[in-house]
């Protein structure tokens, strides 16, 4: 939980930081304008779905490999189990109320193995959205497909591919 504290912190900080510490932005646009910029230059949505994926297959591999997947498949078995056992004795309060609180001593084991790849993904993923909110305030009210701001269309296409590349590469 400490780490996670720790992450949360220095990610505020950089977001902070972005308008007040001008090297932080400049390295930013430095390294995504010639990239990113282009790709969005040369076809706004088609190089915005390609940017989310990419970032959405690296945040993937990074939960994979980042993550003891056998304990967490383990976890997720004996969550369901439990599950179970809740829909048998669902008329019997004291019986699911000790079920639930069994439940709950899996919420600090999982937190402590899905927490690791965020060392490796927070600060980029902070970054690219400042970088996304300069490149986006420079249009007039721009809309993915008509109604869609940026960060809504990232965020849905997100939850799109995350699903999928979490099936394909068996992501717990």
Known sequence: MKLMFVILLVTMAIAFAWNSMPFIKQVVHFLLDPTAGKLLDFNITWGMILIVLVITFITTLAQKYGTDQSELKKIKE??????????????????????NKKQLEFLPRTMDLTTRPLLYTAIPFVLFFRWF??????????????????FWFYFIATIIFSTILRKVLKVY
């Open 78 to 99: 004996e969550q369901k189990v439990l599950q179970e056992e809740m829909k048998k004795y669902k008329d019997h309060p004291d019986k699911v109320l000790e079920l």
């Open 133 to 150: 909110g300069d490149y986006f305030s420079s249009m007039e009210n721009f809309r993915f497909f008509g109604l869609l701001s940026w």
